[in-house]
């Protein structure tokens, strides 16, 4: 199968999904994670439609900005954000899916001063609680959300969150329900800097579950661009 044809067999995925969640299948939004994948395919998957794509590695992904910088695309970092790549990630990212602490919080607020450009941040959640997660605990998440609200020039977009790793698709379920309760919790809130417009959870794995629990940005890797080689 080719890129062209993951893509239309995710979509009618998307569509089935999302008539059990009673939701409107173009308000989901595939961000194509492209993790190992080299420029040409991701040239690929931006000429069938792809409009996001996301990185794990700042590094990794200026790399490839560099080469597709005249692409129309969207960047969304969707991996663990180190303190020290800060500076680099705010040249290109558009939506930062990993915000996990009050110290990376402040890094970001502090350099957005003198950034211009429109910046996102999803606050990124450990809803299975496994050690080898970054994310806040669920009940931390609220108290952590009224905290960075103070830091003017953050703006607080929605949660993030990853499914529980296990060969059962549906261990997941518990993961997303309990990020969508968070969502509809802070939702009520009125923090300034702070709009729960975006949930995104589910991947290649898990993501029909993830739109039938309240995903509207789902991170998709493996299903478009086939398996990786290396672990990653
Ligand atoms: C790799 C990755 C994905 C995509 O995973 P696939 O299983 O390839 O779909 C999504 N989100 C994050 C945070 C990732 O690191």
Not at 7 to 27: H, Y
Not at 126 to 149: H, I, Q
Request: proline share 3%.
């Amino acid at each position: 199968m080719n890129i062209k044809e993951r893509l239309s067999n995710i979509q009618v995925r998307i569509n089935r999904a999302s008539k059990i969640a009673g939701c409107d299948p173009s308000k989901i939004r595939i961000v194509a994670v492209m993790k190992t994948v080299e420029v040409e395919q991701i040239q690929q998957a931006l000429a069938c439609g792809i409009q996001n794509i996301g990185e794990n590695r700042v590094q990794e992904a200026w790399r490839k900005y560099q080469q597709l910088e005249h692409a129309a695309a969207k960047w969304h970092m969707v991996g663990h954000l180190q303190r020290n790549k800060v500076k680099q990630a705010l040249k290109f990212f558009d939506l930062i899916h990993s915000l996990d602490s009050i110290e990376l919080a402040r890094e970001i607020n502090q350099r957005l001063d003198t950034i211009p450009r429109e910046i996102e941040l999803l606050v990124e959640v450990n809803t299975s609680g496994e050690a080898t997660k970054y994310g806040l605990r669920p009940e931390d998440t609220a108290d952590f959300v009224a905290k960075v609200s103070n830091l003017p020039h953050l703006r607080i977009a929605g949660l993030m969150t990853i499914g529980r790793l296990s060969p059962d698709a549906e261990d997941s379920r518990e993961c997303f329900r309990t990020l969508r309760n968070l969502f509809e919790k802070l939702s009520k809130y009125k923090h300034p800097n702070v709009s729960m417009k975006y949930l995104s959870m589910g991947m290649t794995n898990d993501f029909e579950l993830a739109i039938q629990e309240g995903a509207n940005i789902i991170r998709i890797g493996r299903a478009i661009f086939g398996e990786r080689q290396e672990h990653n």
